[in-house]
Protein backbone atom coordinates (compact mmCIF):
# COMPACT_ATOMS: atom_id res chain seq x y z
CA UNK A 1 0.00 0.00 0.00
CA UNK A 2 1.37 3.50 -1.13
CA UNK A 3 1.20 5.73 1.86
CA UNK A 4 0.68 9.59 1.01
CA UNK A 5 1.03 12.37 3.34
CA UNK A 6 -1.97 14.04 2.88
CA UNK A 7 -2.73 18.13 4.36
CA UNK A 8 -5.54 17.95 6.38
CA UNK A 9 -7.14 21.03 7.31
CA UNK A 10 -8.98 20.94 10.84
CA UNK A 11 -10.30 23.42 12.79
CA UNK A 12 -9.15 23.22 16.19
CA UNK A 13 -10.58 24.97 19.34
CA UNK A 14 -8.58 25.81 22.41
CA UNK A 15 -9.20 24.11 25.80
CA UNK A 16 -8.36 26.95 27.80
CA UNK A 17 -8.99 30.67 27.54
CA UNK A 18 -6.33 32.89 26.43
CA UNK A 19 -5.64 36.70 27.48
CA UNK A 20 -3.34 39.61 25.26
CA UNK A 21 -0.11 38.36 26.94
CA UNK A 22 -0.67 34.71 26.16
CA UNK A 23 -1.19 35.44 22.13
CA UNK A 24 2.47 37.32 22.54
CA UNK A 25 4.44 34.85 24.48
CA UNK A 26 2.51 32.17 22.06
CA UNK A 27 5.33 30.19 19.35
CA UNK A 28 4.71 28.44 16.24
CA UNK A 29 4.10 25.30 18.26
CA UNK A 30 1.15 27.16 20.34
CA UNK A 31 -1.63 25.92 17.96
CA UNK A 32 -4.36 26.03 20.32
CA UNK A 33 -3.59 28.95 22.43
CA UNK A 34 -5.26 31.38 19.71
CA UNK A 35 -9.24 29.48 20.18
CA UNK A 36 -10.31 28.82 16.94
CA UNK A 37 -8.47 28.28 13.94
CA UNK A 38 -7.18 26.25 11.23
CA UNK A 39 -4.18 23.86 11.74
CA UNK A 40 -2.55 21.95 9.29
CA UNK A 41 -1.56 18.08 10.19
CA UNK A 42 1.34 16.64 7.89
CA UNK A 43 0.36 13.43 9.11
CA UNK A 44 -2.69 12.14 7.77
CA UNK A 45 -1.75 8.29 9.26
CA UNK A 46 -2.07 9.68 12.86
CA UNK A 47 -5.25 9.85 14.69
CA UNK A 48 -6.65 13.71 15.05
CA UNK A 49 -7.01 12.93 18.91
CA UNK A 50 -3.59 12.28 19.31
CA UNK A 51 -2.96 15.00 16.67
CA UNK A 52 -4.53 16.95 19.33
CA UNK A 53 -2.80 16.04 22.41
CA UNK A 54 0.14 16.17 21.06
CA UNK A 55 -0.59 20.04 20.56
CA UNK A 56 -1.57 20.53 23.65
CA UNK A 57 1.77 19.49 25.17
CA UNK A 58 4.00 21.65 22.56
CA UNK A 59 1.55 24.39 24.26
CA UNK A 60 2.27 23.27 27.64
CA UNK A 61 6.06 22.44 26.59
CA UNK A 62 6.04 26.08 25.42
CA UNK A 63 4.90 27.62 28.69
CA UNK A 64 7.13 25.40 31.32
CA UNK A 65 3.73 24.15 32.69
CA UNK A 66 4.81 20.54 34.27
CA UNK A 67 1.54 19.68 35.51
CA UNK A 68 -0.12 20.27 32.28
CA UNK A 69 2.51 18.15 30.56
CA UNK A 70 1.84 15.31 32.63
CA UNK A 71 -1.70 15.56 32.36
CA UNK A 72 -1.02 15.14 28.36
CA UNK A 73 1.31 12.67 28.75
CA UNK A 74 -0.93 10.38 30.87
CA UNK A 75 -3.75 10.83 28.59
CA UNK A 76 -1.51 9.90 25.64
CA UNK A 77 -0.70 6.97 27.82
CA UNK A 78 -4.73 5.83 28.25
CA UNK A 79 -4.82 6.13 24.67
CA UNK A 80 -1.92 4.34 23.62
CA UNK A 81 -3.47 1.80 26.06
CA UNK A 82 -6.45 1.64 24.90
CA UNK A 83 -5.24 1.06 21.17
CA UNK A 84 -3.46 -2.09 22.41
CA UNK A 85 0.34 -0.31 22.37
CA UNK A 86 1.42 -1.14 25.88
CA UNK A 87 5.04 0.00 25.48
CA UNK A 88 4.52 3.27 24.07
CA UNK A 89 1.37 3.85 26.77
CA UNK A 90 3.83 2.74 29.19
CA UNK A 91 6.45 5.59 27.89
CA UNK A 92 4.03 7.96 28.13
CA UNK A 93 2.66 7.23 31.76
CA UNK A 94 6.29 6.88 33.08
CA UNK A 95 6.80 10.79 31.47
CA UNK A 96 3.96 12.07 33.22
CA UNK A 97 5.40 10.36 36.61
CA UNK A 98 8.70 11.90 36.66
CA UNK A 99 6.60 15.18 36.45
CA UNK A 100 4.29 14.25 39.39
CA UNK A 101 7.17 13.14 41.55
CA UNK A 102 9.03 16.46 40.60
CA UNK A 103 5.35 18.03 41.79
CA UNK A 104 5.26 15.74 44.15
CA UNK A 105 1.37 15.62 42.92
CA UNK A 106 0.41 12.58 45.35
CA UNK A 107 -2.79 12.33 43.91
CA UNK A 108 -1.79 12.41 40.29
CA UNK A 109 1.18 9.74 41.18
CA UNK A 110 -1.47 7.56 42.37
CA UNK A 111 -3.60 7.10 39.23
CA UNK A 112 -0.68 6.96 37.14
CA UNK A 113 0.51 4.13 38.75
CA UNK A 114 -2.29 2.48 38.67
CA UNK A 115 -2.49 3.35 34.68
CA UNK A 116 0.92 1.96 34.91
CA UNK A 117 -0.26 -1.15 37.04
CA UNK A 118 -3.08 -1.97 34.55
CA UNK A 119 -1.11 -1.59 31.56
CA UNK A 120 1.37 -4.39 32.83
CA UNK A 121 -1.21 -6.64 33.99
CA UNK A 122 -2.88 -6.24 30.03
CA UNK A 123 1.06 -7.56 29.20
CA UNK A 124 0.64 -10.23 32.14
CA UNK A 125 3.35 -9.31 33.63
CA UNK A 126 1.61 -9.62 37.45
CA UNK A 127 4.83 -8.76 39.76
CA UNK A 128 5.81 -5.40 38.06
CA UNK A 129 2.24 -4.64 37.91
CA UNK A 130 1.30 -5.36 41.60
CA UNK A 131 4.61 -3.25 42.46
CA UNK A 132 2.73 0.07 40.63
CA UNK A 133 -0.92 -1.11 41.65
CA UNK A 134 0.36 -1.05 45.71
CA UNK A 135 2.50 2.17 45.42
CA UNK A 136 -0.87 3.25 44.03
CA UNK A 137 -2.79 2.04 46.72
CA UNK A 138 -0.50 3.32 49.92
CA UNK A 139 -0.89 6.82 48.66
CA UNK A 140 -4.79 5.62 48.40
CA UNK A 141 -4.90 4.85 51.73
CA UNK A 142 -2.70 7.60 52.94
CA UNK A 143 -4.85 10.25 51.36
CA UNK A 144 -7.92 8.62 51.86
CA UNK A 145 -9.46 8.17 48.51
CA UNK A 146 -12.06 5.41 49.24
CA UNK A 147 -13.46 4.70 46.01
CA UNK A 148 -9.33 4.47 44.13
CA UNK A 149 -8.89 2.22 47.40
CA UNK A 150 -11.83 -0.21 46.33
CA UNK A 151 -10.42 -0.40 42.46
CA UNK A 152 -6.95 -1.12 43.48
CA UNK A 153 -8.21 -3.99 45.50
CA UNK A 154 -9.48 -4.95 42.38
CA UNK A 155 -6.82 -4.78 40.45
CA UNK A 156 -4.50 -6.81 42.78
CA UNK A 157 -7.20 -9.39 43.47
CA UNK A 158 -7.16 -9.74 39.39
CA UNK A 159 -3.44 -9.85 39.57
CA UNK A 160 -2.45 -12.50 42.50
CA UNK A 161 -5.24 -14.57 41.33
CA UNK A 162 -3.84 -14.59 37.58
CA UNK A 163 -0.60 -15.75 39.10
CA UNK A 164 -1.95 -18.50 41.17
CA UNK A 165 -2.10 -16.68 44.25
CA UNK A 166 -5.68 -17.35 45.46
CA UNK A 167 -5.53 -16.99 48.62
CA UNK A 168 -4.12 -13.46 48.47
CA UNK A 169 -6.47 -12.39 45.64
CA UNK A 170 -9.64 -13.79 48.19
CA UNK A 171 -8.08 -11.52 51.10
CA UNK A 172 -8.01 -8.29 48.22
CA UNK A 173 -11.44 -9.21 46.97
CA UNK A 174 -13.20 -8.95 50.89
CA UNK A 175 -11.64 -5.78 50.62
CA UNK A 176 -13.55 -4.37 47.87
CA UNK A 177 -16.96 -4.70 49.73
Keep these: MITMIKTIIILAFSLSLTSGSDVKKATSTDLSVFG?????????????????LRQQLAVHKSRGNKLGM????HRMGIWHKRTGQYQIAQQRFYQA???????????????????????YSYQE?????LHY???????ARKRSLTQLGRDLNQHIAFAY????????AHKYRQQID
Design 97 to 119: LVLLENLRHEEAIAFTCLQIGTT
Design 70 to 73: AEIY
Design 161 to 168: NSMGKYQE
Design 133 to 139: LFRSKNI
Design 125 to 129: KYSEA
Design 36 to 52: PQLVTYQNAEEPVELQR
